[in-house]
């Protein structure tokens, strides 16, 4: 395999990445506040998705024919709908179910997810078809041997990791995140220092929603495709990541999100090479049990929680 | 005593009336449709419902029919669980006395079993995997439309006849994507073509770019895919992503509008190759497209709604004959030789099959699918890659 071949691979992992180590973050977001696990966080990204492409044939509607403006308002009203969903479920469905066994919790998110995923099917406009999705970006490529670099693949690539850093930042460096680890460490010592229990729950949620929001963008840039279901394996494939880096650990969830696509891409691209009955089809099963193996290996992830350094 | 003058009088109106009706109302028989109404290939579901609807709406106008008939729309979504549901919801309503069934292979190679449990005459209008009619020999299940056989034989034959030499293969897992992958493999063969490399991706994959960049390292001119609308608008637009220059080669299973609306201009220059001709050749097109025009539906017929609409047309033809009767229209059915229909003669074998010798190659050209012989690339103008 030439230079320009691996680089190729390596960018595809990349991307894929940093999508799912987005998703990852989410979850390791709710966990590491409140200890539940929120299954709808994939769905979610599949409304953020929609929301922006709705957004889009509005602006088409009013005639705003800038491709940066129209990137520019999708984005900010997915991101808001979603950050505002994030904490209206928080606010009506997770916190209600604080004493409740956490199985409960899972249970209601799972079931609110596919809820979600049918809303989008049935009253988005012919929704159980995929969709198109603008491109919005430059589509300016260079072809470097045989790797091909494209301005819209970087663009994205450092979007996401902006996103991913912006996130991090609001965790370590300010009152909020501050705030956040707090509930996070000890909910009751917090609230006796008095910091206001409620509203960093919400804040947290309508954070990782609108991560996931902004994720479900860019993956539609980058395929130039929706459709209802990409957040059931999105959300699978993030909550994997989340837990083989060490649930409730910021880094664990990147680390894990590219862990995940490197998986993929190795699975893809092995499997036919070794075994050539096996079609690159089973790149999930190979990527799902190498999850698997690993997790008995080590149980709590790539980088254990510890309480102290919870999200 | 006086009030009952008028209750009579009205009483014996109102039968009178009833009688009178009943007269000359017509018997009403059911016959079903069954195929993909929701997902990504309801564009072909939805036209090939509006087709069989209009066959069942003309025949309905026809003073001389001896039935009123009734289509029953069914959802197989295009999935083998959904469609045993349909087939089994169809099938075991008795009211229902034949079928006109499925666009997607994997919905009809799923559901003939049931057909054939049930009895249930069924006329298949768009799947194109063969074993749907040579699997098995069963009695309930015909087809209009031809196989994947024939079509993979004239593409394999068309290619290598354009000079192309190297090929990768990216098919979908299902039994429709496995078939592609057998049939075209085989007479690209015979016809001297190369596969450097083949890739089997499940029909819901979204991400095809390690595949691809495996794929153009193996330098291939052409990309043959051998799946349906959905993903094969994923792979073209991931195969830009990765600046792979390749020629696009489709199957039946991309020839669809939604395939064009999906990629805009990248659509420029794929290929598909489909059963039948467009239905400008069609001997009964003009008048077909000129009825389905009068109907106002809100989506167009697609590709194979001629077969759909050809396939109602048979199965109300064989039910005027021999009457509502599932035995009878099954043995009737297997009987049709030689049979004038919009899209030609009809003759099927002794397994069902229609004997369907015409295939057209389609490229599309500046945002719409054109048959390759009026094409400016066939006249030289264009290049393909």
Redesign the interface.
């Known amino acids: 395999?030439d230079v320009g071949?691996f680089g190729?691979?390596v960018a595809?992992g990349l991307?894929?990445g940093v999508i799912y180590a987005m998703v990852a973050v989410g979850f390791t977001l709710f966990f590491g506040v409140l200890d539940v696990i929120k299954f709808s966080h994939g769905d979610v990204l599949t409304a953020g998705a929609f929301a922006g492409l709705a957004t889009y044939g509005g602006l088409q509607a009013l005639g705003f024919a800038s491709p940066a403006v129209q990137l520019l308002i999708i984005l900010l009203v997915a991101v808001a709908a979603m950050a505002f969903l994030g904490a209206l479920i928080a606010k009506y469905l997770v916190l209600p179910l604080r004493t409740a066994p956490p199985l409960n919790t899972l249970l209601l998110t799972l079931m609110l997810g596919a809820a979600l995923r049918e809303c989008v099917?049935l009253f988005y406009p012919?929704g159980?078809?995929?969709k198109?999705f603008p491109r919005l970006l430059p589509q300016d490529?260079v072809?470097l041997g045989?790797f091909?670099l494209?301005l819209d693949?970087v663009l994205l690539l450092l979007g996401g990791l902006a996103a991913i850093a912006a996130v991090h930042f609001v965790i370590t460096r300010t009152k909020l995140g501050l705030a956040i680890r707090a509930v996070a460490q000890d909910a009751e010592t917090a609230r006796i220092m008095g910091i206001d229990f409620e509203r960093v729950v919400l804040l947290t949620f309508a954070l990782g929603s609108g991560l996931a929001a902004l994720a479900g963008i860019m993956n539609g840039l980058y395929?130039?495709?929706i459709?209802f279901?990409?957040g059931l394996?999105l959300g699978v494939i993030g909550f994997s990541a989340a837990v083989v880096g060490g649930l409730g650990n910021i880094y664990g969830a990147i680390l894990g999100g590219f862990l995940f696509a490197g998986l993929?891409?190795v699975g893809?691209?092995l499997l036919?090479a070794l075994l050539p009955q096996v079609?690159?089809?089973y790149?999930?099963v190979f990527a799902f049990a190498a999850v698997i193996a690993f997790m008995a290996w080590r149980p709590t992830g790539l980088i254990a929680e510890r309480t102290a350094e919870r999200v | 005593m006086h009030n009952c003058v008028p209750r009579v009088f009205w009483a014996a109106a109102l039968a009178a009336a009833l009688a009178l009706d009943a007269g000359a109302a017509k018997q009403t028989v059911k016959i079903a449709y069954i195929g993909p109404l929701t997902g990504g290939v309801s564009a072909n579901g939805i036209g090939g419902r509006n087709s069989a609807d209009l066959a069942v709406r003309l025949r309905n106008a026809d003073p001389k029919a001896k039935y009123r008939y009734e289509l029953v729309s069914l959802d197989d979504e295009c999935k083998p669980n959904i469609a045993v549901q349909a087939a089994t919801k169809a099938a075991s309503d008795n009211s229902i006395i034949a079928g006109v069934t499925h666009y997607c292979s994997v919905a009809a190679i799923a559901a003939v079993d049931t057909y054939h449990k049930f009895g249930f005459p069924a006329v298949v209008w768009g799947a194109v995997l063969p074993d749907i009619t040579y699997r098995n020999n069963y009695a309930e299940v015909h087809r209009v439309n031809g196989t994947m056989i024939n079509q993979n034989d004239v593409a394999a034959k068309f290619m290598t006849g354009l000079k192309y030499k190297r090929w990768v293969i990216i098919h979908d897992t299902t039994d429709y994507g496995k078939g592609h992958d057998k049939y075209f493999t085989e007479y690209l063969t015979k016809y001297g073509g190369q596969v450097l490399g083949r890739f089997g991706v499940t029909a819901d994959q979204q991400d095809f770019t390690a595949e691809l960049t495996k794929a153009k390292e193996l330098k291939p001119e052409v990309i043959y895919f051998g799946g349906l609308t959905p993903i094969g608008v994923r792979i073209r637009s991931q195969m830009e992503r990765l600046g792979i220059d390749a020629v696009f080669e489709g199957t039946s299973g991309i020839k669809s509008d939604s395939y064009i609306d999906g990629l805009g201009k990248l659509a420029e220059g794929s290929l598909s190759f489909i059963e039948g001709a467009p239905w400008e050749k069609l001997p009964g097109g003009l008048y077909f497209i000129g009825k389905y025009a009068q109907q106002k539906y809100d989506q167009g017929p697609e590709a194979y709604g001629p077969f759909a609409f050809t396939a109602a047309g048979l199965i109300m033809d064989v039910i005027e004959q021999v009457g509502p009767n599932r035995r009878k229209v099954i043995e009737e059915l297997r009987k049709t030789r030689d049979k004038d229909s919009i899209v030609g003669k009809i003759s099927f074998d002794d397994h069902g099959q229609n004997v369907v010798p015409l295939i057209t190659k389609y490229v599309v050209q500046d945002g719409k699918w054109v048959v390759w012989e009026d094409s400016e690339y066939a006249s030289g103008r264009r290049k393909l890659k």
């Open positions: 395999m071949l190729q691979y595809n991307m894929l099917r012919q159980a078809n995929p198109p490529a072809a045989s091909t494209r693949n395929y130039s495709e459709n279901s990409i394996l993929q891409t893809a691209v036919p079609p690159s089809a790149k999930d």
